[in-house]
Structures are given as structure tokens and as C-alpha cells.
């Protein structure tokens, strides 16, 4: 295998390995259910980020004048980290679980792929946009039953709830974006990472001194906070920041439509959720574009 391809296909395990660990996320917050999504999210990203931030403190301070040339980036990241998890949660509060869940994972492989556009003048290519096209739809297909199951009461505020999602979209393919260009200019990854996520982790502890304290009414609830810090955010962030060194941020953002996957089959297996036929066929649709995507050869660069 020539040296390119193994390098994007170390890649695409590196986004695969993160979208596995945070396709737990939505069953791990079940056993928390006292829990509110705010605190949720900002214990995980929060938690997740000072981790992050402590293990790259080192390239950190190695790299601080790289990282300052490059500060209006590095703090925009920052606050895309931290608005990234309230939105999202907050789309599925008030749009309900359906509309958030498909418009927050689905259109941030569209926005990533504008915001490189935009920035580096490179179109996403024909076999991109197909590959794009099938993980929405599967994305479609897996939410819509458990949409109607949840869709009496729950889209309390429709519209505010699509404009959160999509702003959920574009700071998670922000975020993503900003890492690889932090990358690319010769930061290693856990700087990049490390900087980045702890700008968001310092604007979201206010959040999580607000809202956190049902993590300290039980073990249980302790124990599903460090997992969601520990185990999805933060690990799965060092695979994510292994991926993006050797894929384009685009096509990082694509790979990670796997998470709902990871997500409706754990629902299935350990909260004994059913899926539907149209929900296996949503599988079989996003493993089709994950294909895709594995297999173009194409140049990571």
C-alpha cells in the first residue's frame, strides 16, 4: 500500500475509533436521567477539554509562539468547542430528538465542506457529495421512528430549535476545520487539541459550576459524568486529532455520521430500544457512504 493511502486510511480508523466511543454518549447519559443536557454536555466537553488541555500542556508551552501567531483562530475554536455541545443538546430540546439529531450531524459534513471551500478554494469532490448524501439520508431513516415516538410535546419551540441545530453543525465543522489548519502550520496535535479544547473547557466551566450539581447526588451519576469526560471526549478526541493529522477535515466530519449508528445499536442492545426496518436500512445506507469515503484514495492534504 503506497505511503499516502496508509496514511489516510490510519485516518479514517483514527475518526472511526472516535465515532465508535461517541455513539455511547446518548446511553451513558440514561443512566443519568436527573441529569439536565446542559450538564451533561458541559461536563463531558468541559471535563473532556481540561483533560486534553493538561495533556498537551507541554507541546502547549513548547508552541505557545506558533499558537499565538495564530491566536484569532485558536480563540474561535475555543468558543466553537463550548457553544458546540449547548446547541446541540439544545436543538434536540426544542425541535425534538429527530429534527435536532438530523440537522446537528447531518449538515456538518455540508458545512465543513463550504468552510473549506471558502477558505482554500477546493470544491468537495462528486464521490464526497455522494457519500454525504447517503449518511443524511441513513441518518434520516434511523431518527424517524424514535421522532415519532418523542414528537407529541416534545418541538416546544420548532424554529429556534433548526437554527440551534444548525449552529451545532457549523461550530462542530468549525472546530474541526480550525485543528487541521492549526496542524497543518506545524502545531503537533495535542497542542492543537489540547489549546483548543481548553479555551473551551474554561468558557463551559460556568456552565457546569450552574448545573452540576445532580452529579453529586449519587455514585451512579459521578460515574456517568467521568465516563462521559474521560471515556467519549477525551479519548475520543485524541483519535479524532490522530485522524485529522492524516484526512481532510471534510471528510473527518463525513466518517463521524458512524456515531448515530453506534448510538441506535447501543439504544437496541443495552436500554432495549427496537429499530425498525427503515432504521437498519439507515445502517446499511451510512455504512455504504463510510465505504465511500474509506476508499477514494484521494490525497489527504
Excluded: D
Aim: charged share 10%; with cysteine.
Amino acid at each position: 500500500m503506497p505511503i499516502q493511502s496508509s496514511t489516510h486510511f490510519l485516518g479514517i480508523l483514527g475518526v472511526l475509533a472516535a465515532s465508535l466511543l461517541w455513539g455511547t454518549t446518548g446511553t451513558a447519559a440514561a443512566f443519568a436521567p436527573e441529569v439536565s443536557a446542559a450538564a451533561i454536555a458541559a461536563a463531558a466537553m468541559g471535563g473532556g477539554g481540561l483533560l486534553q488541555a493538561l495533556r498537551g500542556l507541554p507541546l502547549i508551552r513548547r508552541n505557545r509562539a506558533l499558537l499565538k501567531r495564530h491566536s484569532a483562530l485558536l480563540l474561535s475554536a475555543g468558543l466553537s468547542v463550548a457553544l458546540y455541545p449547548i446547541a446541540f443538546y439544545g436543538s434536540m430540546r426544542l425541535a425534538g430528538v429527530t429534527l435536532g439529531t438530523v440537522i446537528s450531524i447531518g449538515a456538518a459534513p455540508l458545512f465543513s465542506g463550504a468552510i473549506e471551500w471558502a477558505a482554500e478554494g477546493k470544491a468537495p469532490g462528486v464521490r464526497w457529495g455522494a457519500g454525504v448524501a447517503a449518511g443524511i439520508i441513513g441518518i434520516l431513516l434511523i431518527t424517524l421512528e424514535s421522532g415519532a415516538e418523542t414528537a407529541s410535546g416534545t418541538a416546544l419551540h420548532p424554529v429556534a430549535g433548526v437554527l440551534a441545530a444548525l449552529a451545532a453543525a457549523f461550530t462542530y465543522a468549525y472546530y474541526s476545520y480550525a485543528a487541521r489548519r492549526l496542524m497543518l502550520s506545524g502545531i503537533p496535535s495535542r497542542a492543537a487539541m489540547g489549546a483548543e479544547f481548553g479555551i473551551g473547557a474554561l468558557l463551559l466551566l460556568p456552565v457546569l459550576l450552574a448545573t452540576g450539581s445532580p452529579f453529586l447526588h449519587s455514585v451512579q451519576n459521578a460515574a456517568v459524568g467521568l465516563y462521559m469526560a474521560v471515556v467519549p471526549m477525551f479519548i475520543g478526541y485524541i483519535c479524532f486529532g490522530y485522524g485529522l493529522e492524516r484526512v481532510r477535515a471534510s471528510t473527518a466530519i463525513a466518517i463521524s455520521l458512524l456515531e448515530p449508528v453506534v448510538a441506535a445499536l447501543l439504544a437496541a442492545a443495552v436500554l432495549g430500544e427496537r429499530l425498525s426496518l427503515p432504521a437498519y436500512a439507515g445502517i446499511a445506507l451510512i455504512f455504504a457512504s463510510l465505504a465511500l469515503f474509506t476508499f477514494t484514495g484521494k490525497k489527504s492534504g
